[in-house]
């Protein structure tokens, strides 16, 4: 399988010392092992790399993956007795997002085998894209934009959000995504105030802001991209947020290049909000990584202890949200390189879209 020797090598410096680590989360396990499904664990060695799946899904295993492909019966019992054969002694594992269920029974299971907690340390696994995740993720972005267009062409005054939001996830889905990427936004008048609007039953109106949040999965990648449009003429209050939530993304984004601090810039973005009294309407962090999930490392936030490297992909969404009133936001999606970044998204941002 194409993924294992690159992404295999990748896991392995992970290893630091530990005889094996176990990965549960099926985002991780595809990207080493190449299989796509669900139900599966995956273990590896600096010399083995083996994954385990029930009766359902042997079959899928085998064709997609390279690794030595395991069916089990009793998931933990049979993985434990595999770890004893090649003498695992200490074993990392994904404590981010293993259930409690399973640790407990892990615990029990495990005799003679140290489990270390990695999920600080293997959430940043995906972190920096290879050429093939970068063209898939661009694919993604590309079909959004596609279905977004077709549905602002045939007018969505009148109809309510939840269905124009409908009308998004067909497009998307007509033109070569597997779905959504996440729940999709589509939050009109003073819902555009609300960064998390889900769709609602109200009717779009005229002379109003209607924000979209949308992506599209593609080949198992994800984009996300975020559109402000004005059913009408903009009043001068909503033109000038516009205009400081662009001229924040775009301070942002111009400081975006490897070696950069991710809190710097978060702090430049709210820094020029702030500046202009629009601070303390911005609550939520500047942007996050995109990949196989939506929301990925690193994060770009004040609070982001990440420092940005090449080919890594994050969102930059600065937003305002005046309660009662609108809310503004921004976002596209960028790739790192050494000294600057490169768009991913390519919707034009730089004006108000306006649609009747």
């Known amino acids: ?67 030595a492909v395991h069916e089990i019966k009793k998931r933990w019992e049979d993985i434990y007795e595999h770890l004893k054969e090649l003498g695992v002694k200490t074993l990392g594992i994904e404590s981010n997002v293993i259930d409690l269920d399973s640790f407990l029974q892990m615990k029990d299971l495990f005799k003679g085998i140290e489990m270390t907690p990695l999920g600080g340390q293997l959430k940043y696994l995906r972190s920096v894209k290879d050429p093939e995740e970068l063209a898939l993720m661009s694919e993604a972005a590309r079909i959004s934009e596609r279905a977004l267009i077709e549905v602002l062409s045939e007018g969505i005054i009148g109809r309510r959000e939840k ?8 497009g998307m889905r007509s033109l070569g995504a597997s779905g959504p990427s996440f729940e999709t936004i589509v939050a009109s008048g003073p819902r555009s105030a609300m960064p998390h609007g889900a769709v609602s039953e109200r009717i779009i109106s005229a002379n109003e802001p209607v924000v979209f949040d949308f992506g599209s999965m593609y080949k198992g990648y994800a984009s996300d991209q975020t559109v402000t449009v004005f059913t009408g003429r903009p009043d001068e209050e909503f033109t000038e947020v516009y205009g400081h939530v662009r001229k924040a993304q775009m301070l942002a984004i111009e400081a975006l290049a490897s070696g950069v601090k991710a809190a710097d810039i978060d702090r430049m973005a709210r820094g020029y909000l702030d500046s202009k009294g629009l601070g303390k309407f911005f609550g939520h962090g500047l942007g996050h990584g995109v990949g196989m999930e939506v929301h990925e490392m690193p994060t770009v936030s004040y609070l982001s202890k990440d420092t940005l490297e090449n080919s890594m992909v994050v969102t930059i969404e600065p937003g305002v949200y005046l309660p009662g009133k609108f809310g503004v936001r921004i976002e596209d999606m960028l790739v790192i390189s050494d000294n600057s970044c490169k768009r991913m998204t390519n919707l034009d941002k730089d004006s108000i879209k306006v649609t009747g």
Request: net charge negative; hydrophobic share 40%; charged share 25%.
């Open 163 to 170: 269905d124009v939001a409908f009308d998004l996830e067909c």
């Open 1 to 67: 399988m194409r993924y294992s020797v690159q992404r295999l090598a990748k896991a392995r410096t992970y290893l630091k010392g530990l005889d094996a680590i176990l990965l549960s989360s099926r985002p991780n396990v595809t990207y080493i092992s190449g299989y796509t499904g669900s139900d599966a664990i995956a273990v590896f060695t600096d010399t083995d790399a083996d994954l385990f799946v029930d009766s359902r899904n042997t079959l899928q295993a085998k064709e997609e993956s390279s690794a």
